[in-house]
């Protein structure tokens, strides 16, 4: 039935499926279908000693299929049986994953009815705290400890992605958003309409490689370009301001920078990246030295430029960092 | 030795990087530093039985270090006693895996002396012919069977991913490229900048989220939006022609489409996508119906676009798909 189903999806011959997707098709006695992810079936059976939940591998397909697991009477009596532990979510940017872990030790940390996952993903250092339900005031207790002298670089206490913070708080204050990139090529922009819903807020960008492209599309003076360098904090700021008025929009984030691996000189290495957010009530602006390849100093200059948005808007004004 | 290079290449006081990585800066008796990833070492280690060799495992962090590795003489020694296996590799485009898997077994496939290996990924799927030396023949013959009925698919017979034969076919060709992006959102041009030196051939890009940044940016006649839409084939065209004019570049990629999850109508839903390259000789077109969440309908649709180009760029004038 599952295969029929696929094939008609993609109005294709069922014969072409047969031998191919037999095995995705094949329900095992006693067990109950949860759909499809793509082609990729999820099964849910109980034995008499347990409740089996089988799901796609791949991340995208299990979490799609993971709502209809929970729904099933075979996981609800089973999760009727058990209290969910607390949880807290601490988001840091800044700071090294040593130095949070460090912080976490001496808190108390791992152990005594906490469990404290420390995990450097995407240039963030995230924090997990798990704890069973009677231990609740020993979270808010760590969650304090961390938050002292980490509190610079805490950035949120929830899950979402740094982009969907930075759209959230331009919704909030009912401003648009537009990009200016040059070495991150269009990864700022990608991540901002990663998000469902982002338009509301964000109307465009540019990805302004070549250098008289900077000055045309988005008025980077020529003079400017030839005295300070496309990778300048000028340039920066001129090419935010440009996306500014040129986009109309009240918030520009602008990324020029040295990506390597060619490209670089004694005065500007690469990983040199130049960062600046500009809105109604100020700006704010960054320079990084990034270690790594290509692909690193592309994505961290993005992640760091969404930072910065994110400083800007959280402060009235916005000043350099 | 290690982590006093890594403070001072961060420029923090060696106290504050002690505890978190000692363990890190730990140097097995006996073993050969192959230098560090970011703050991740790699050691090679010579036993009476084998060579041992330890990696980071981030996949950049180990490809950073294994050309070290493979460098030192205990690993060179290993290698003189061995054969390297003849491996070919096919890529696909346009067709299921499991089409693909039926080939293969029907031209022999796996086993007698060959190992093949059939993986979709990033949407196109990749075949990996390895055999031993002596089944060279073997495996000539198997991908001249391969090529006879799937050979409509085939793009590619190595490693490069398809933006880099973008930027490959327009470099060979003289041809500057843009980009025109609605749904993708900067994904195509994040794509093609991620191509260490693809600023040669790549100028720049849109992205057109709003409907009247497609207006004013990329020239599209706000009467062509009232009557076809945003998502339309028209629109997609007239995005192509606006940033082949509007940033002067010989070949532009277009892609409007809607990525969900809101949006979609009963003419245009969830997963509708049009792509458009133009070149100078002429132009390709494709409308898509993609499954899936917002995130694979935009990286399929980013994929699409950079296939079209192929293909364009691989006919000389280009026409409907």
């Known amino acids: 039935m599952i295969s029929r189903r696929v094939a008609e999806r993609l109005r294709r011959p069922f014969a072409d499926f047969q031998a191919g997707v037999r095995k995705q098709a094949t329900l095992p006695q006693g067990a109950l279908s949860l759909g499809l992810a793509g082609t990729a079936p999820g099964v849910v059976l109980q034995t008499d000693a347990a409740v089996a939940v089988a799901l796609p591998g791949p991340p995208r397909e299990l979490q799609r299929l993971w709502p209809a697991a929970v729904r099933t009477a075979e996981v609800q009596r089973l999760l009727a049986h058990t209290t969910p532990p607390y949880r807290r979510v601490l988001r840091f940017y800044g700071v090294s994953e040593s130095q949070v872990a460090r912080v976490l030790a001496e808190a108390g940390g791992d152990g005594a009815g906490v469990e404290a996952t420390v995990c450097a993903r995407d240039f963030e250092i995230h924090v997990d705290l798990v704890a069973d339900g009677a231990d609740r005031a020993l979270l808010d207790e760590l969650e304090r400890r961390l938050a002292g002298p980490l509190g610079g670089f805490l950035f949120s206490t929830d899950e979402r992605p740094i982009e969907e913070l930075v759209l959230s708080l331009c919704r909030e204050q009912g401003l648009t958003l537009a990009t200016a990139e040059s070495c991150t090529g269009g990864l700022v922009a990608a991540r901002l309409t990663g998000v469902p819903g982002s338009s509301d807020v964000f109307r465009g960008g540019f990805v302004a490689y070549a250098n008289e492209l900077k000055a045309r599309e988005l008025g980077v003076s020529p003079e400017l370009l030839a005295r300070h360098g496309a990778v300048s904090a000028e340039t920066a700021a001129a090419m935010a301001r440009g996306a500014r008025e040129r986009l109309g929009v009240e918030v520009a984030l602008a990324v020029t920078g040295v990506a390597g691996p060619g490209g670089g000189t004694r005065e500007k290495p690469v990983g040199l990246v130049h960062l600046h957010a500009e809105g109604p009530a100020g ?39």
């Open 283 to 321: 700006a704010s602006s960054a320079e990084f030295s990034l270690p790594g390849d290509r692909e690193t100093v592309r994505r961290r200059a993005a992640v760091g430029a969404l930072h910065l948005a994110t400083q800007l808007l959280r402060t009235d004004g916005g000043s350099a960092m």
